[in-house]
Each structure stands twice: as C-alpha cells, then as structure tokens.
C-alpha cells in the first residue's frame, strides 16, 4: 500500500514557504504482529509546530504533529479494525506502527469526530488541566485569559465561565472582541487597541485569582500588578517570546508579598483529569455550551499551505487537514 | 513605669541616617484585666524593616520588628511571669498589650535565648519551610541557594545539605565564600568575580531541582537555564529589585518544556510546619550540626545604628539588640 507525507526538506529562516516542504509517497509494509495499519482523517495543524522546524524536527523524514486516524488492519488484541487512535507523527496519509505508539480515542457517535482533533483533544484538554489542576480554579473566582480567541484560550475563557467564574479576556482584533462577546465573557480587551496595562486595570476591578497565559511579556507583567493573595499563574505559551523577542518581566518580586504561584505546563501533566474531562466536555458538547471555530484543508498536498495559514494568523479558530 | 522606644521621624532617601530615628521615653500604664507587662531582651534587626520606612511605617509612633521578651506582669490565665513572648513592634524596651497580640515561644534551656530570634525564628522558619513546603525538596537533590552567605540563605543552604542535598550557593566576597565552604557546601560561587550565568553553568552539572531564591534578576535567569524538569524555585526575596533596579527576567518560557513551579512565599505560609521545624531544628543545634554568625549591639539607643548597619553590609549574619 501506498501513502504520501510532508517532509521538510529546508529549515525555514523566518516565516515558512511552500518550497520548505516535500510531499513524498513511500510503500508501507505489511503490519507484523503487534502492529497497526492506520489511516489518518484529521491533521492538527499546531503552533508549536514552527519553532520545530528550527530545531527538533528531522529533515526528509515525516513531519512530527497530532492526527487522528482509523485502524484498517490490527495485529494486536489491544486495537481493532475501525478503532479511533491518536499518533505525534501525523503528516501522512497512513502508516504502520507498533500499537504502543498510538492511543485510541474513546469517541462519542453524536459528536463530528474533527472534535477530537480540537475541543475534545489537546486544546480543550490543556484548557481544561490549565485551569483546574494547574491554575487550582474555584467557582466564583476572577480568572483572566490572554489570546481568548485562540484554539486554546477560547475554551479556557469558556470553561472558566461554565465553571462559575468571573472571565475576562485579551485578544488582537475586533472582531475577535465581538466574537468573545458573544460567548459572554464578562469584559474582553483589544491589547492592540489599548496597552494591557491600563485596559486590565480597568476590565479586573476585583484583581485575578488565576491568568491562564498564552502570552508572557507585557501581559504577564500587567496581570502580576493584578493578582490576588495567593493568585496562581497557569502558564501555557509565552507567544511573545517565541520570535526572539526577549522582553523581561520586570515586576517578579510582587510574587513574593502576594505568594504567587506560577507554573508552566504541558498536556501531560494531567493525565489523571482525562476521564473527568472526557465525561465533562462531552456533556458540555452536547448541550451545546461550548462553542468553537475550525478552519479546513482538504489532502496532504495542503498541509504546507494549512500550516502557513495558520502560522500567518489566516486561519480562524483551530485549523485542520481533513484526509479521510 | 517608663519605657524608651525608637520612632521614625523622618522618611529617608535612600540609606537611612541616624537622624531619620527618635529615641523617646514613654509611661506604660498598668496592665489591665487580659493585658501583660513585657519586657524585651532581644530585638531582631531585618532587612524586611527597609521598604517599610519609605511606605508602611507610620511616624512618631514605634517602629515595627520582631522582638523577644519576658512577660514581668500578667493579667490573663493564657500567660505567667517568666514566659518569653515574640511580639511585632519590637523597637522598645517594655510595653504593655493584650495578650492576643504576643505569641508564647516555647524555649529550650539547654539554647541561648537570642536563638529564638535568628536560627529558631524566622529566619530559620522561612528557610525550612521554603525549601520543604514550598521547594517541595527531597533527598538527593540539586539544591541552588542565593546570597547563601545571609542570615536566611546560610540556613537554607544548611538545612538542604542536613536532608542530603548536593548544594550549591551564591554570595559576594571570598570571606563569605571561605565561610560556605566551611558549612560544606558542595560547591560556592562569588558572583562579584564571575558572571552568575557562566559560574552556574560550571557549579551544576546536574542542573538544579529547586533554587532557593534570594535575588531574583540575573540569579533567577541563570537557575532558569539550569532548572531540571519539574523543578521549583521557591522566591524568599528579591534583593536585586529592592532599590528599583527593575531588571526584566527574559527567559520565563523556559518553565514551560520544563514545567517548573515558581513560588513566592512568606514566613505565615506554613504554619502546620512549626512543631516539626522546632523539633527538627533544637535537634541540629544541640547536635552542633547547624552553624551562625551574629552581630550584637546593645541597648534601644543602638537599635538605628544596628539597623543601618545591617543595610550598610557591615553586620556579619544575624544582626540583634540586646535590651535585656
């Protein structure tokens, strides 16, 4: 059986091209004992993707990245024929691999599987553990959320709100404000419009419990002058400092006094809070209390071009490559 | 009967002068009903009093500090004549308070007094507790201790080497550094004679699981590059920030990959801690196992020079007045 992949073939300097990439067709083998033939469906299209392909991803091999696709032959007992799973080597059209390698999704019928790529994946998933394991959120609690109209920070700005809290939140543009609005967050800002400082003086008049950020920089630096005694900081991305710019945060020491805690994070810090997540999210899907924006490629071939979108700010809400 | 007790007069600009201080005598009253007599023996001179003369010490009236005395008369049944009591507004020879206010320290005969002021204080409270608690420190650690020369560092560094830690501290002169080298640290860096950053680099081969810190500013952006995975730097003080020299961290997304904890804390943060640290600590004492410098001056017309001097670096270790 044939399958076609992204491979980088050139480490990009600055914003990725489309020449930066290969689509390459292999033969798979035959799956051997305790092995899967899965064909991917979905590609999740991420930003920490980017400051891979300056370090950490091969070249001329396949491209590193979460996708979830359906079992179409299994040689162990763990996996069957049309089982769901989640692999980190997703930039294929299928492939073969020893089943240890991938996880298997326990889907819901009722819910569009591209979910699972996005509010039912590592999005909501590390919106969620960010919030309650890491940030310790309660009920009631004033809950501050930077880039709240990304992939991430949109779940977390609305599981804040279905958990009883107070949430306000930072975004770029417009209609991203409108957008959040009419989530019912109760104060969003236009960083770009007005500095952070001053709008969060204004939007977070009872301080914050816990920031959820996505951010670092000038808006770690405004939230510290904001948080509360014994205030948690849930640290998610710091995208400020991503490209080199490395601005300080200059007013650390008000941890001190404040006994604030901060904590970076990844996905699997967490995995006790999967099942819990899993049975919530899905409740919360179904009742249709979450709300969420996709944006589509169709085919390998667009995978390169889905990537720059997104990295471009193109793309709205959590971008996907559809291969099924 | 009289008391003499010292006042802040003048708010200073920068280092206090002796003339920014008022010695006064004052007529105690008698206790009444729930009241005692105190009279203190020992004043605890820290650099915590410095911010609060510029915002939070009021004029003309005593200043606030740690103390300890001997109750001389008492009108509750919670206190006897004879116990020693830790009190809040420490610079003056006698006062009389009700009983809530002061706290019974429960004293070992076999320690002298003053102990209950530096080691068996805060100063040793904060550093067992910022390391257990907060630094969430186990045996075979890397242990990062700054300004391990000081009164709450040389505990920390210490108590980290007492609980089987490789430790490494950061002070400011060869004599501090000859003195660390005596506690049989595992490694000493001066910072005055190279730079933080590279001389961590040659002291951690290991990296560093929790850093005790003092400075904050380029001590903190160096342990950020040695910081182990999961590892937590538990923030004591900032003394590099403490003159509004607001020097920016630069390298806080490295908590992210690492998912490191950073925690600031005070001395009230663990209280459930005090009978284990009281047993633990009167046990390394009498042991021999636990070292101290203290600088003594001697009477409450000495208390502004004592203070002075401790923020003049004049002072070596634990500075206190003797007014008993």
Redesign the interface.
Known sequence: MQSREVHLVRRPDGMPRPSDFEIREVALSEPADGQVLVKNVYLSIDPATRPRLTRGQELNVVMGGFALGRVVKSRTPNLKEGDIVRGAFGYREAYVTDARYVGRVDIDPKLPLAIYMSVMGGAGFVAYGGLLEIGKMKSGEQVFVSTAAGSVGSLAAQIARLKGCTVIGSTGSDDKVAWLQSLGLDAVINYKKEPIREALDKAAPKGIDVYFDNV?GDH?EAALRKMNSLGRIA????IS??NDQ?????????????????????TT?FPHLLPQFNEEMTGWLRDGKIKYQETYFDGIDNAPAALIGMLNGENTGKTLVRLG
Request: aromatic share 10%; proline share 0%.
């Open positions: 670092g770690l640290v998610c991305g710091m400092t991503y490395q601005i300080g945060v200059r007013n650390l020491s008000l941890i001190i006094y404040g006994r604030i805690n901060i904590r970076g994070f990844v810090d």
